[in-house]
């Protein structure tokens, strides 16, 4: 469910865009040759999407039964978890609350 918010918020690092991992990804998943991380990144997205829904999964994080009331402790284990670190992009607090957002 939070995926393909992370897939269109990753788009943007420099190392994504260097190494061609969205159009890569894009590629990878059969959907043809895209051109430019920003499209690339939004098919793919759009891919992921479809196929939650191909498979039943819920549409949304909201869907799942999380609450708006629980973002800022989501946020905070987000900050403290080691992938936070070493993800391509570094997020702000506002970043997860975007991403939380779009994902609902």
């Given at each position: 469910m939070f995926l393909p918010a992370v897939v269109r918020f990753n788009w943007a690092a420099s190392s994504v865009q260097q190494e061609q991992r969205m159009e890569r990804m894009?590629?990878?998943m059969g959907l043809g040759a895209i051109s430019g991380a920003a499209p690339a990144?939004?098919?793919?997205?759009?891919?992921?999407t479809a196929m939650n829904?191909?498979?039943?999964?819920?549409?949304?994080?909201?869907?799942?039964?999380l609450e708006?009331?629980?973002?800022?402790?989501?946020?905070?284990?987000?900050?403290?978890?080691?992938c936070h670190k070493t993800n391509p992009?570094?997020?702000?607090?506002?970043?997860?609350?975007?991403?939380?957002?779009?994902?609902l």
């Open positions: 894009a590629h990878a990144a939004e098919a793919v997205a759009q891919a992921i829904a191909r498979l039943g999964l819920p549409s949304g994080l909201a869907a799942m039964g708006r009331a629980w973002f800022d402790q989501i946020i905070e284990g987000a900050m403290a978890d080691h992009r570094l997020a702000t607090a506002q970043d997860y609350q975007a991403m939380l957002t779009a994902a």
